[in-house]
């Protein structure tokens, strides 16, 4: 696999292949990733890596086998568990995201399993949880790696026995779910720190598939530029050799989802059809600017500060508080207080 390094030395003889010229129109791109890439879903690839990784997920997506989805953050799992539960023979069925990481600690378990009328103070009806909703279809399981320890027993239980109990329940309910997670976390570091149980991580890990980070497979970044900048609406823009050259020689760090962000915000920069190397919210090194570098925060009290930037990690994150948390430096309980002190209800309770 060539390096970002190696890739961009080759822009040039890349761009060729492509449409030979200077200029590159996103349709082009875009079509051009249809005719020669391989895809699952909506994850179009031309790299070796990704290759193999969807010829894995076409043999297993038909299958009940329960499946694991490792990579980076921003890699697209959330985009693969789709695909796969498409493909499957329950594609007709519901799929159901739970995240791990954005559900507070002492939600979980009812959402995840759901719970009785009364089964605790405020309960004044009863819930579906989480699994009884995805019957008869796939339940993905975000962040696994956020799951609470004291609730990973429950989830062996309902793994091993195709059953669930409610909160406050005494009824056992049979599923018929599939059940996909996935993870940005090292899994076996994990286990071995004792933060996750070794039997679940085995149930879990029945099958596994990783997916290789944006910095690893170059090659894709002209194709996935070309299918955002139509998913963004902008079809129409025409791409300066250098702007491609410079997105192809970016480490990207957030991956896809970084990406993504960079063109959105380039978009908003370009007033007509070309989009070149100015637009580009890259700082002189390569790495992404800060959205906070762009605020201006001087003379702001120190509290505004501090909410402007809680705001802004857990957009990065996508609301997960688990990841926020970490990112910060805080603990999640710190982090759900200072959302109320500041006013973010709606976040504190998500």
């Known amino acids: 696999m060539e390096s970002s390094s190696a890739a961009k030395a080759s822009a040039p003889d890349l ?77 007709r069925g519901p799929f159901v995201v739970f995240d791990c990481g954005s559900v507070p600690p002492n ?3 009812s959402e995840l399993f759901g719970h009785e009328k009364g089964a605790f103070t405020g309960a004044h009806a009863e819930h579906t949880g989480a699994f009884e909703r995805a ?24 793994l091993e026995n195709r ?16 059940v996909v997670a996935a993870t940005n976390r090292d899994m076996a570091a994990l286990v071995a720190s004792k933060m996750f149980r070794q039997d679940l991580y085995f149930r879990l890990a029945a099958a596994v598939v990783h997916l290789p980070p944006l910095r690893d497979r170059a090659e894709d970044l002209p194709f996935i530029v070309g299918q955002l900048l139509a998913n963004l609406g902008r079809a129409d823009i025409r791409l300066e050799s250098r702007t491609l050259e410079m997105l192809i020689g970016h480490a990207w760090p957030g991956n896809v989802r970084e990406l993504k962000n960079v063109l959105a915000c380039a978009l908003a920069f370009v007033d007509g059809d070309r989009l070149g190397p100015q637009h580009l ?3 002189p090194d390569g790495t992404p600017a800060s959205p906070l570098e762009r ?8 509290a505004n500060v501090e909410r402007i930037t809680i705001v802004q990690t857990l957009e990065l994150t996508r609301g997960n508080k688990v990841q ?27």
């Open 107 to 109: 939600l979980v378990e």
């Open 295 to 302: 605020l201006p925060l001087g003379g702001q009290m120190l």
């Open 15 to 91: 761009f060729a292949s492509i449409v030979g010229f200077s200029e590159l129109r996103a349709p082009a791109l875009f079509a051009h990733a249809r005719r020669e890439a391989q895809a699952f879903g909506s994850a179009v690839a031309v790299s070796v890596r990704m290759s193999e990784v969807f010829a894995t997920l076409r043999r297993l997506a038909p299958t009940d086998v329960t499946l694991t989805i490792c990579g980076e953050t921003g890699t697209g799992k959330d985009v693969i568990a789709h695909a796969v539960h498409d493909e499957s023979q329950r594609a």
């Open 135 to 158: 019957e008869g279809g796939t339940l993905f399981l975000d962040e696994i790696g956020e799951l609470p320890l004291d609730l990973q027993p429950r989830l062996l239980r309902a």
């Open 281 to 283: 919210r890259l700082s």
């Open 163 to 178: 059953s669930v109990r409610r909160v406050g329940g005494s009824r056992e309910r049979r599923l018929n779910v599939r």
């Open 324 to 350: 926020a948390a970490r990112m910060l430096g805080i603990s999640t309980s710190t982090l759900y207080e200072k959302l109320k002190r500041y006013g973010e209800a709606s976040m504190a309770r998500g």
